[in-house]
């Protein structure tokens, strides 16, 4: 089959039973490893950042947050420019492209971890480089909405973005095992670094470096596989100037709103967790649990499209938000002035499903809202028309779920930097918290008026 699909309709049922289906899902599961590699490097110092202490880095607690936090900044940014390259290069090509730019950080965080000298700049730049991972999930989410019918994108796009999330658990599970031995030997992975374990009372030696090395292989892997095995969409080709109607569009702007609240949530406390349990419960070990969070939260991922595919995006929207208000009233609070680790810890967990949950819905919700709005502005037009109106909107949605996906990625700067912000002037993490709670109530506002009320403006 060519790369490059000339006929692409996948609203036409005998179409998508006869071909259309098997092709879009073979992208689909070519592209949910590369995103989910992409995820892994993009959170690396979410992990790595709670372990340089033991390797002879000095650095005080704010500055490991921030270490934390400025990938979500790059990242979110360089998704704002990955939004619309799909149209503009193909989804095929660009697919590879980025996932092989994962090497750059990959790499260079493999050498730079063995030298407890590397200056905190250095440090900075590699942190700003893994970035590149959070930029490919805007490109990545573009390309694989065109493929879909409206009636399969809620799954689609859960499933992309829900397993593509298991990166993050993935980094927080595998890099403490990979740190505990030489995988690739010392001529790779150095000479190690010895510490004294308090809570074992015993000496042991770790190689950080491998916190990098242990995903290039498998980004080659996945480079390859996405330039041999993915398609590119002819109509689904426009120039950056055609995608930028989406900045005129009201409901760009409150999407862009409300996915900050789900997945800034999400990426911003899976970038804060590791660093915030040592901060506040220091007696824990903290691999046995960080990575437990994020998998939650992209497991709920997909349900939350699925769902949404039956019940309406914007009620489990709606419902979503309230219960994150909620979890933090009346079990993160309570269990930080407790000193409850188990309850924190269960709090937090449910937190990760409820921003799952609401990352699907979101998702859910940006292609039919914006496919309603093109067909209202046909109606009556003929059947030319109403071909032309959904195949712009298809591409104003790939856009808009793309920019909302970058709107929505600083939040995984904000969140790390709220925390660290309020345990240096407050002693505690709770100023960060009440801040979190009012944003969720206005978004609670946001989807019950447009999208959730009986008479709404844009039902979905």
């Not at 990955?82 to 193909?90: A, E, K, R, T, W």
């Not at 804060?272 to 649990?289: G, T």
């Not at 909302?404 to 904000?414: P, W």
Request: with cysteine; glycine share 10%.
């Amino acid at each position: 089959m060519s790369q490059v699909l000339s006929h692409w309709e996948p609203e036409d049922k005998s179409f998508w039973e006869k071909e259309g289906g098997a092709i879009a899902n073979r992208n689909l599961w070519i592209s949910i490893p590369c995103l989910m590699l992409a995820f892994s490097v993009w959170m690396l110092w979410s992990v790595v950042a709670a372990n340089l202490d033991k390797a002879g880095f000095k650095f005080t607690k704010d500055q490991l947050f921030f270490l934390t936090a400025l990938p979500a900044l790059s990242g979110a940014t360089l998704r704002i420019f990955y939004s619309f390259l799909v149209p503009v290069f193909g989804g095929r090509k660009f697919t590879a492209l980025s996932t092989a730019s994962l090497l750059i950080p990959a790499l260079g965080m493999g050498y730079a971890l063995q030298d407890p000298t590397t200056s905190y700049s250095t440090l900075l730049i590699l942190a700003l480089l893994c970035g590149l991972g959070g930029g490919n999930f805007s490109s990545s989410m573009s390309n694989i909405s065109f493929f879909f019918p409206k009636s399969h994108k809620g799954y689609a796009t859960g499933m992309n973005a829900g397993i593509g999330n298991l990166g993050v658990s993935l980094v927080q599970f595998v890099t403490p095992v990979v740190i505990a031995s030489a995988v690739f030997g010392a001529s790779i992975s150095g000479d190690g670094y010895l510490f004294h374990n308090l809570k074992t009372n015993a000496d042991q030696t770790f190689w950080l470096a491998n916190a990098g090395f242990i995903w290039v292989p498998f980004i080659l892997a996945a480079t390859l596989a996405a330039w041999f095995g993915m398609n590119d969409i002819a109509s689904a080709q426009a120039s950056f100037s055609d995608q930028a109607i989406i900045f005129k569009r009201k409901h760009n702007w409150l999407m862009c709103y409300l996915y900050i609240g789900t997945f800034g949530s999400f990426i911003g406390f899976s970038a804060a967790f590791a660093m915030l349990i040592k901060a506040q419960f220091p007696e824990v070990e903290v691999a046995q649990f960080a990575f437990l969070g994020p998998l939650a939260g992209a497991l709920a991922r997909p349900v939350g499209g699925m769902l949404s595919d039956k019940i309406g995006g914007a009620r489990l929207t709606l419902w979503a938000f309230i219960a994150m208000a909620l979890t933090i009233v009346f079990g993160i609070l309570p269990a930080l002035h407790a000193h409850q680790f188990q309850t924190f810890l269960r709090s937090f967990i449910g937190m990760f499903i409820l921003t799952g949950l609401g990352n699907g819905s979101t998702f859910c919700m940006i292609p039919i809202i914006f496919q309603t709005e093109r067909e209202r502005a046909v109606a009556g037009k003929g059947e030319a028309a109403l071909r032309q109106s959904r195949l712009d909107a298809a591409k104003e949605s790939a856009a808009v779920l793309g920019f909302s996906g970058a709107i929505g990625a600083y939040g995984g700067f904000f969140i790390p930097q709220g925390f660290g912000t309020s345990i240096k002037f407050f002693g505690s993490p709770d100023m960060a918290l009440y801040t979190f709670i009012g944003f969720y109530v206005s978004c609670v506002l946001v989807t019950w008026w447009f999208y959730a009320r009986k008479g709404a403006e844009m039902p979905c």
